[in-house]
C-alpha cells in the first residue's frame, strides 16, 4: 500500500496533507523532515495569500533582520519572495525584483508576516483576504518561556482573522500549526483540546488522523529521511540516548519517560482537588497524585472559568514547591500537562 504522506523522497507530502479536509492541520515532527519547507512552498506553489505567524514579536523580527533569515530565500531561483517591513512589528510578503545594483523592490503581495502576540490583539481587523494562517515553531524549544496566556491568544487571533465567513456559508480560515516535538506541555495545544488525540496516536503508532472535527494531526517518521539524518556528522557524535536524539530523530516528546508519571494506587489516599472534571488531586500523608480517577465525595472542585483557576492557584500555591521537592506524581502526560499549564511551571 502506498504511504500517500510522503513523497517517493521520503519528504512530506503537501500536496496530499493540503487536500484532507480539515480546518485545523497539525504537524508535530522531527527536525528538518520538511515542515516549514514544505508549507510555504506549499503556499507559493499554490498562490495561498497567507499569514504566517511566530509565537513572538523578537522571533519575528530575527527573521526578517537579514535577507539570509528569509525563510522564503530558500526557494529561490524558483520564487523571489521575501520579507518587507511594513512596520515594527508587521511584515509583507512579497515577490520582489532586483536592479543592477542589487536593490529589491516588492511586487505582488503573497500575505503577511507577524507575530502571534501582536495580531491577538487586534481588534476590527479584516482577515476575509486570507485563506490561511501558518504559526510556525508553535511549541518552542525546551527551556524556552511559555506563557499560560499563548492558548487563548492564538484562539482570539484565529477567531479575529476567521470573522464571520463561516456565517455566510463561506469556508473556515485553514490553520497550520508546525512544531517540533519539543515538549507536550503546550498552552496552544492544551487550549485546542488535541493532546490526548496526540498522545492516542503515540499509542497507537499512528501517523497521521483526521478527527470528527476536522482536525487533521500528522506526527511524521518518515523512515527513509530518518536513516540519512543519522548518518550525518552531529547524529553519530549525539548519544542515541539523549532527549535532543529522540526529539531529532525519533519525534519523541521531551517527557514522554518523565520520571514524574507513575501508575499509583489511590486506595489509601484522600481527595484533595479536582480541575474542571479533567484531573484529579489525590494525597497521602507523604506525597500527592493527579490523575483521571473521580472523586466520589470529598475534595475542593474548581471548574476550567478563569476565576476559579486563580483560585486554584492560590488556594494551592505550595503544588508549586511540591512539584520541584518530587513530591507528585501524575497518570499519564495529559495531567502533567495541564498541571504545568495550570502553575506556570516552565
Known amino acids: 500500500?502506498?504511504?500517500?504522506?510522503?513523497?517517493?523522497?521520503?519528504?512530506?507530502?503537501f500536496d496530499y496533507i493540503g487536500s484532507r479536509p480539515a480546518w485545523l492541520i497539525i504537524i508535530l515532527g522531527a527536525r528538518q523532515v520538511g515542515k516549514t519547507y514544505g508549507c510555504?512552498?506549499?503556499?507559493?506553489?499554490n498562490n495561498i495569500y497567507h499569514i504566517l505567524l511566530r509565537r513572538t514579536t523578537a522571533e519575528l523580527e530575527t527573521i526578517s533582520a537579514a535577507p539570509d533569515l528569509n525563510p522564503y530565500k530558500v526557494f529561490e531561483p524558483d520564487y523571489h519572495t521575501a520579507l518587507f517591513k511594513q512596520a515594527k512589528k508587521l511584515c509583507r510578503i512579497c515577490d520582489y525584483t532586483t536592479d543592477e545594483e542589487g536593490?529589491?523592490?516588492?511586487?505582488?503581495?503573497r500575505g503577511i508576516a507577524t507575530s502571534l502576540a501582536e495580531i491577538a490583539h487586534i481588534r476590527g481587523f479584516n482577515g476575509s483576504a486570507f485563506t490561511d494562517l501558518i504559526l510556525d515553531e508553535a511549541i518552542p524549544e525546551k527551556g524556552v518561556i511559555?506563557?499560560?496566556?499563548?492558548?487563548?491568544a492564538f484562539l482570539n487571533a484565529y477567531t479575529t482573522?476567521?470573522?464571520?465567513?463561516?456565517?455566510?456559508?463561506?469556508m473556515p480560515l485553514r490553520a497550520w500549526l508546525l512544531a517540533n516535538t519539543n515538549r507536550i506541555d503546550s498552552p496552544i495545544m492544551e487550549a485546542l483540546g488535541v493532546v490526548d488525540d496526540i498522545l492516542y496516536m503515540r499509542r497507537k503508532h499512528k501517523e497521521e488522523m483526521l478527527t470528527k472535527?476536522?482536525?487533521?494531526i500528522v506526527q511524521p517518521l518518515s523512515t527513509v529521511i530518518i536513516e540519512q539524518r543519522t548518518q550525518t556528522a552531529m547524529m553519530k557524535q549525539v548519544s542515541s540516548n539523549s532527549d535532543f536524539y529522540g526529539m531529532a530523530i525519533e519525534n519523541n516528546f521531551s517527557y514522554d519517560a518523565s520520571p514524574y508519571i507513575r501508575n499509583r494506587s489511590i486506595k489509601r489516599m484522600k481527595p484533595?482537588?479536582?480541575y474542571n472534571d479533567e484531573i484529579y488531586c489525590w494525597g497521602d500523608e507523604n506525597s500527592f497524585y493527579i490523575c483521571r480517577a473521580k472523586f466520589k465525595k470529598g475534595g475542593l472542585s474548581y471548574t476550567g472559568s478563569r476565576t476559579d483557576r486563580k483560585c486554584l492557584c492560590m488556594d494551592w500555591i505550595s503544588m508549586k514547591p511540591y512539584y520541584y521537592a518530587g513530591m507528585i506524581q501524575f497518570s499519564d502526560l495529559r495531567a502533567l500537562?495541564?498541571?504545568k499549564i495550570l502553575f506556570e511551571i516552565k
Open 272 to 274: 484533595v482537588w479536582s
Open 161 to 170: 482573522i476567521n470573522g464571520n465567513r463561516e456565517l455566510s456559508g463561506k
Open 337 to 339: 500537562s495541564i498541571f
Open 213 to 216: 472535527n476536522g482536525v487533521y
Open 146 to 152: 511559555t506563557r499560560a496566556t499563548e492558548g487563548e
Open 1 to 13: 500500500m502506498i504511504n500517500l504522506l510522503y513523497t517517493p523522497e521520503g519528504w512530506l507530502n
Open 40 to 45: 510555504l512552498q506549499y503556499m507559493l506553489k
Open 103 to 109: 536593490k529589491a523592490t516588492p511586487t505582488d503581495q
